[in-house]
T-cell receptor, first 113, second 116 residues
Framework: KQEVTQIPAALSVPEGENLVLNCSFT??????LQWFRQDPGKGLTSLLL?????REQTSGRLNASLDKSSGRSTLYIAASQPGDSATYLC????????????FGTGTKLQVIP | DAGVIQSPRHEVTEMGQEVTLRCKPI?????LFWYRQTMMRGLELLIY????????DSGMPEDRFSAKMPNASFSTLKIQPSEPRDSAVYFC??????????????FGPGTRLTVL
């Protein structure tokens, strides 16, 4: 059974800092990995999707990397802003079978002005 | 596009009552997911439909939960009878044709359910 862990559970940084969020998964047989953002009281919004054959994906100030063999992904946020404050979740899609999606528990980020 | 639509946004009910949550996926999407989110267990997949057919319902907690997708534009999640431990935020998500569970999921705003 795939297990997805995100550490730390919460993170507080001053505005302007570069930061890294971590995601670990136990089964390396994955199809892809996605990073989502969730604002309080809202649904999830997809940020980046990395296919298993890729090493990283970039969108603006966000960069996600994937090391499938070690079961890890990181989300790098450059020059953080107060508007980046949210909970960030990673989700792993297993390869084989019907490709089940498993979400991590998330990292709650607060960027202090 | 209006995005994924869920109703109601908030539901407060008493233990033992029947609860029905509704979801309208994005037009043209043919995969639909129901999730439950709690502080203790995070985001859990309850059931996944593809082309209106349930593909995986292994996450449905027990027989009190049931889900239907009578057509491509509507799905319901029913809890009967409801219990306090069912209190959570329930999300619906959909993906584009051909994407199934591997494509980017578009989430609705969720229904916050409180069972007293």
């Amino acid at each position: 059974k795939q297990e997805v862990t995100q550490i730390p559970a919460a993170l507080s940084v001053p505005e302007g800092e570069n930061l890294v969020l971590n995601c670990s998964f136990t089964d390396s047989a994955i199809y892809n990995l996605q990073w989502f953002r969730q604002d309080p009281g809202k649904g999830l919004t997809s940020l980046l999707l990395i296919q298993s054959s890729q090493r990283e994906q970039t969108s603006g100030r966000l960069n996600a990397s994937l090391d499938k063999s070690s079961g890890r992904s990181t989300l790098y946020i450059a020059a953080s802003q107060p508007g980046d404050s949210a909970t960030y979740l990673c989700a792993v899609v297993n390869s084989g079978g019907y490709q089940k999606v498993t979400f991590g528990t998330g990292t709650k980020l607060q960027v202090i002005p | 596009d209006a995005g994924v639509i869920q109703s109601p946004r908030h539901e407060v009910t008493e233990m033992g009552q029947e609860v029905t949550l509704r979801c309208k996926p994005i037009s043209g999407h043919n995969s639909l997911f129901w999730y439950r989110q709690t502080m203790m267990r995070g985001l859990e997949l309850l059931i996944y439909f593809n082309n209106n057919v349930p593909i995986d319902d292994s996450g449905m907690p027990e027989d009190r939960f049931s889900a239907k997708m009578p057509n491509a534009s509507f799905s319901t999640l029913k809890i009967q009878p409801s219990e306090p431990r069912d209190s959570a935020v329930y999300f619906c998500a959909s993906t584009r044709p051909g994407g199934g569970s591997t494509d980017t999921q578009y989430f609705g705003p969720g229904t916050r359910l409180t069972v007293l």
